[in-house]
């Protein structure tokens, strides 16, 4: 496999501009940077989970023509599952904050253990039917318009996912030592909630 830096960057800026998006698993990792809690482990699980899901479409599903109907199916039930009781737990924070102070005094978030970091993290990355699409299905299918270079086109799409991961975590880890107030965290947990309640719906309505 010759390096061919074109088809390098092709797949480096088509992951970047398909990750950059604050979804689900950025929102996340913005979370669990702002509590300051398990970061890297978090930052690590997620940008290697994107990793082999590149890989995967690159390698495999590009090849057999995407997921099939009833497995996008079923990613697609888990998905909605799984972001509609995160969001509730977000709107419970939202509505009554635990472990915090009185207005504007630093937050004493609940503490995670290094068990649930790691469930949650790879579930917001293997349970996350937009992670599939735009990683295993997408960059997999557009690999297959670099032929041979498309091993490169998979590299260049996996480098760029660890930059933006790598960056996502250090700015979350800096905000974290800024932003840990009351209000900011209220209107964290509003937003996370609406956002992953909006996600399952949208999720949800696709298959109908």
């Given amino acids: 496999m010759s390096l061919s830096f ?3 960057s092709a797949g480096m800026v088509l992951s970047l501009s398909l990750i950059m998006a604050i979804g689900p698993q950025n929102a996340h990792v913005l979370r669990m940077g702002l509590q300051r809690q ?4 978090t930052v690590a699980l997620c940008a290697l989970s994107d990793v082999a899901l590149i890989g995967l479409g690159v390698l ?6 995407g997921l099939s109907d009833k497995l996008q199916g079923a990613l697609i039930g888990a998905g909605v599952l799984f972001l509609a009781v995160y969001g509730w737990q977000a709107f419970q924070r939202f509505r009554s904050p635990a472990a915090r102070g009185l207005e504007g005094q ?10 649930q970091a790691v469930f949650s993290a790879l579930a917001f990355s293997w349970l996350n039917p937009h992670a599939w699409l735009d990683t295993a299905v997408l960059i ?11 091993e490169v086109f998979g590299l260049g799409a996996a480098t760029g996912s660890l930059i933006w991961f790598t960056g996502l975590g250090a700015a979350a880890f800096w905000a974290g030592r800024r932003l840990n107030s009351l209000h900011i965290w209220r209107v964290l947990d509003g937003l ?17």
């Fill in 6 to 8: 074109p088809v390098f």
């Fill in 38 to 41: 398990h970061l890297w482990l």
């Fill in 60 to 65: 495999g599903l590009a090849q057999l023509g």
């Fill in 106 to 115: 630093p937050l004493a978030p609940a503490p995670t253990t290094r068990r």
């Fill in 140 to 150: 997999g299918t557009a690999s297959l318009a670099y032929g041979p270079a498309s």
């Fill in 192 to 208: 996370v909630a609406l956002m992953m309640w909006g996600t399952a719906f949208w999720l949800l309505s696709s298959l109908f």
